[in-house]
């Protein structure tokens, strides 16, 4: 049995109710003003006059309660509540204000690797029909593309890539690359790009998962990559920071990529597939978490998304394997990109998320065959991975764009010795950048 | 409907079946050989013996695989199935051969801050009884302790402490420190503490979860920190490295220390828990993963494991807090020793995990009461954070103890005069080791 209120409870909470009409607290004796202020936090009811009222009693523990809780007059005027908001950053008050964005701000990318996307576009219908659809169809696929109404969207085809960059550019845009050119001609501030083989996922509760939505809210709450927090993300309803976690990280920084992942074929490689060709991944792992500074993930493309107004020159179809086919374990651009992303998040100080939300990803294809030809991409990680591992970025570096010509620089220099393909994604990098640079300012003149 | 096999898969099983009676494959073509060789890989049968025969073939795609897979010849005689051993820690083959460990290499350490562990012990019996427990009863403690009958145990007091140490001793063994003086007493390989206000937690599938077991798991399987793999635990069964992981770095390394988590009550610092005292972990995560290497994390004491042959010197009562009281969220002696521990990890090259398995904490205390006391710990992990996060340690420390003792002087040096509380504990550090020293040849004398 609870036990009941005691006097003195109940005139705190009476003084909560009547805060805004009180003028002095100074009477208060310290442990009770503790308390008041506790409840007015929980409340969130700290106002900027009601900071003042706390401060103007100059009592110890409160001054150091507001000192280390770091709450300070945040002086933007489209928040009322601004205590409350810098405050939610760094003791994380109440849950995370989510920054609202609109609908119209998020672009789903879908390359289109095969003709009929009937299934998968109704599969999705009621997640995707709220957005603005691009869909880049492979330049290698023969027949018409099939796509169900009700849906708004734009297609580029063969004839429009080559528009734009011409058919001989370095840059290549066939197979999984082809969805590259979508973020390329995105306006929008986040893209959601997911592998047309790919279904929404359903939950450890059987309810089924908007990737969208997930991705939009990994994006949209801070990154922590500085410290790791044993709860996963803090941010999330019902966790928080762990006892021991500095608060002066608390604030976290921007997330700019969020790594989202796959139930039932995971995204291994085709000797993994071959030696394992039933596996299924059948646990939801109900977490999203910050990657560390400094640490390299194979970030895979099969769904993912990303603030393209940070990062998006980096999300870039750099490194073609010479026999590069059109099943994911025969392809490495995305872990390629992947790397490129995360080295320039931790130069500019944003953040990698991985984890929820889950897709459905179906099966495919014959891992045995893939053996055949693909030891070429696997070998070449042993070189890929320490120098992405070892890249420290120049002060001059201050764009994603910069950051990818520097890193072009050191691919050329350091790997481009070692194969022929290091050597050409690097020209790759450096003319991507250049494309980037040119639509963005068409798209800019447009608008 | 599955498809009937091809008569080119059928001859392939017979040859599977009859692979030891045949002296030649060379006739073979090549993607059969391919076939047969991923076929003996998957069915375990990869002998000395039969690895000959494929490598005798000499070709091209099958030397390849061999080289890639890193399969090779062990020449530790015990194991039997030495190819498949090798090999499941780089291409991880069936389950990681998980190394089976005895009841009796494992002690269960308890500090007793409460007399009556009737409750706790029962609730634990299931998961306790098959192994010797190490109670330590905290010092403060007046009451005599009430344990039931039935476990194989050794409980140490005030006085064992004081024959052992002196009284004078800088190492202090109170409150939630009691248990580092069952680290010392303990001559196990693997230890397991949780605080005795723990019960044991159940899965999402309601499930009762044996802690012990998982610690024990997540020790005995590799930790991967070189690398962050987005499935979490690529040696737990149903998962996998991703695409895009090095093959040389999947081997991993030792876990030295196993970090679990806590449902309902979580560990979260004084004022977390007085702004939110309703909040209550209620999620669930089904995941362990290996701290990358350089990464910091709060280690919380409530509930872990740790291999105390490779890391046992490292986790000490060293940071005590003037103000140190009685509930969890007044001590960071853990966070401080959870740091040392990873340090250490990262230069002697051992992994620490953390996730599964969970406790259950069951609540108590006040936290805004702690409140009014508890502003210090919190306030120097700004200093502490950054002062781990940039130790390194010299090629000359080889062995726990050494790093610590460097350690102890870095700190002394460093941050010594900032505050007093760090100048104790680099004084406590050195006296931990020498103490460390002395009991454990006390103990392998008397052994």
């Known amino acids: 049995m609870r036990k009941p209120p005691t006097l003195v409870s109940l005139a705190i909470d009476t003084a909560l109710l009547n805060l805004s009409h009180i003028s002095d607290l100074s009477f208060l004796p310290e442990h009770i003003l503790l308390d008041l202020f506790l409840r007015t936090l929980r409340a969130g009811k700290l106002t ?29 005027p489209e928040y009322k509540s601004n205590f409350c908001l810098r405050l939610s950053a760094s003791l994380n008050v109440g849950k995370m204000a989510q920054v609202n ?25 009621a997640v ?13 696929l023969k027949e018409d593309l099939k796509i169900p109404g009700g849906f708004n969207l734009d297609i580029y085809k063969r004839s429009d890539i080559e528009h734009v960059v ?7 845009f066939s197979g999984y690359s082809c969805r590259y050119f979508g973020y390329l001609m995105s306006c929008k501030k986040y893209i ?10 359903k ?29 996963y993300d803090p941010f999330r309803k019902g ?20 790594c989202g992942l796959w139930l039932n074929l995971a ?55 010479a026999k590069e086919g059109k099943f994911r374990w025969e392809t490495v651009e995305d872990i390629w990109s992947g790397m490129c992303v995360k080295v320039i998040c931790d130069h500019l100080g944003f953040g990698v998320k991985s984890g929820l939300p889950y897709v459905w990803r179906k099966e495919r294809g014959d891992a045995v065959e893939s053996l055949k030809k693909e030891w070429e991409g696997i070998k070449m990680m042993e070189e890929v991975v320490p120098f992405f591992q070892s890249m420290r970025l120049s002060q001059a570096a201050v764009t994603a764009e910069d950051c990818v010509i520097e890193m072009a620089a050191a691919v050329k220099e350091r790997l481009g010795p070692l194969d022929p393909t290091f050597a050409r994604a690097a020209e790759t990098m450096v003319e991507w950048v250049r494309l980037w640079k040119v639509v963005t300012a068409q798209m800019s003149i447009a608008a």
């Open 166 to 172: 011409g058919s001989s550019s370095t840059v290549v």
């Open 203 to 231: 939950d450890d509760m059987g309810e089924l998962i908007d990737a969208v939505a997930q991705h939009i809210t990994n994006l949209t709450t801070p990154a922590t990559p500085f410290f790791f927090n044993t709860l």
């Open 48 to 76: 900027e006059k009601i900071l003042k009222l706390f401060v103007a009693t100059g009592k110890d523990e409160v001054l150091s309660l507001i000192s280390e809780l770091n709450i300070q007059p945040v002086l933007t």
């Open 101 to 125: 964005i609109r609908d119209d701000e998020v672009d789903i990318v879908i390359g289109a690797l095969h003709s009929d996307l009937t299934s998968f576009m109704e599969e999705w219908r």
């Open 128 to 140: 995707f029909s709220r957005f603005h659809l691009i869909i880049v169809k492979d330049p290698d």
């Open 267 to 321: 995204d291994y490689d085709a000797p993994t597939q071959a030696l394992k060709p039933g596996q299924r991944n059948s646990r939801f792992v109900d977490a999203v978490l910050s990657v560390p500074v400094r640490v390299m993930l194979p970030v895979s493309g099969i769904n993912i998304g990303f603030d393209r107004e940070l990062v998006g020159p980096a999300l870039l179809p750099a490194f073609r394997l």
């Open 192 to 201: 959601v790009s997911i592998d047309d083989d790919c279904i929404p996922a």
């Open 239 to 258: 966790a928080d920071f762990v006892r021991g976690y500095p608060f002066s990280l608390r604030s976290g920084v921007h997330c700019a990529l969020s």
